[in-house]
């Protein structure tokens, strides 16, 4: 039986999976299915049309690009769901490759540019403290995506004392950052993404913060203690 310490964890562990289980289905459901079907919908006009021996004039061409936009988003949003559940080799790559090879699959599957910077000599973390920057990053990236409005975020890795630092910023959109901690942190569904870095990181011994506001980007920043 695991002492009472270790099964607190994993049990908050597993939450955090099924919560972050549950977001993805939401989002491939309400973004790349709904835009599928919307294709759908319109290559069946196209093909009534066409069914009945008429020409294709530019609003039918315009039907056609939008279809080809709806099917090149879907990709992109299916692949960027898919790429949650193929981690890099955690336990024999450094935290700074296991950062970049995230950042370039974030590039290649949306477009997006993403401007890294790693500062000095980056101490060594748990596996552990690895794969929960990994998957924080990996869910603020997609967040900006989905939600900021531009195609472009800064990443930053640095180290002060016996703790690693990293931060991702945008200059998106911004909203209004809920309470994540103490007797009003939310639980709200659109929230799960936001819980899931908050868990991660307290697992691990290490802070999250996170700065928005509507019209003004956002910022998140998360510490986690270097292996000793």
């Known amino acids: 039986m695991l002492p009472p310490d270790e099964h607190l964890a994993a049990h908050r562990i597993l939450a955090v999976t099924e919560e972050e289980l549950q ?8 973004g790349p299915v709904q835009k599928l079907f919307a294709a759908l919908s319109q290559l069946n006009l196209l093909q009534a049309h066409a069914g009945r021996g008429r020409l294709l004039d530019d609003e039918w ?13 879907s990709l992109a949003e299916i692949k960027v769901s ?14 700074v490759s296991v950062i970049e090879g995230l950042i370039i699959q974030h590039e290649e599957f949306t477009g997006c540019r993403v401007d890294f910077e790693s500062q000095g ?18 869910e603020a990236l997609s967040n900006v995506y989905r939600h900021a409005g531009v195609e472009r975020a800064s990443v930053r890795l640095s180290a002060e004392g016996r703790r690693v630092r990293l931060e991702a910023a945008d200059d998106g959109r911004g909203f209004t950052p809920p309470p ?12 799960i993404g936001l819980r899931g870095m908050r868990e991660r990181v307290s697992l691990v011994g290490g802070t999250f913060a996170i700065e928005s506001a509507p019209g003004a980007g ?10 000793e």
């Open 23 to 30: 977001r993805i289905i939401l989002n491939i459901h309400d």
């Open 61 to 73: 061409f315009e039907r056609l690009n939008r279809v080809s936009n709806l099917l090149e988003t």
């Open 82 to 95: 898919l790429g949650t559940f193929r981690p890099p080799e955690f336990a024999r790559r450094d935290i």
């Open 121 to 138: 000599e980056i101490p060594r973390v748990s596996l552990a403290a690895k794969i929960a920057l990994y998957r924080i990053l990996q």
């Open 180 to 191: 994540l901690v103490g007797p009003e942190a939310t639980e709200r569904v659109e929230h």
């Open 218 to 227: 956002t910022r998140i920043v998360v510490e986690v203690p270097a292996d």
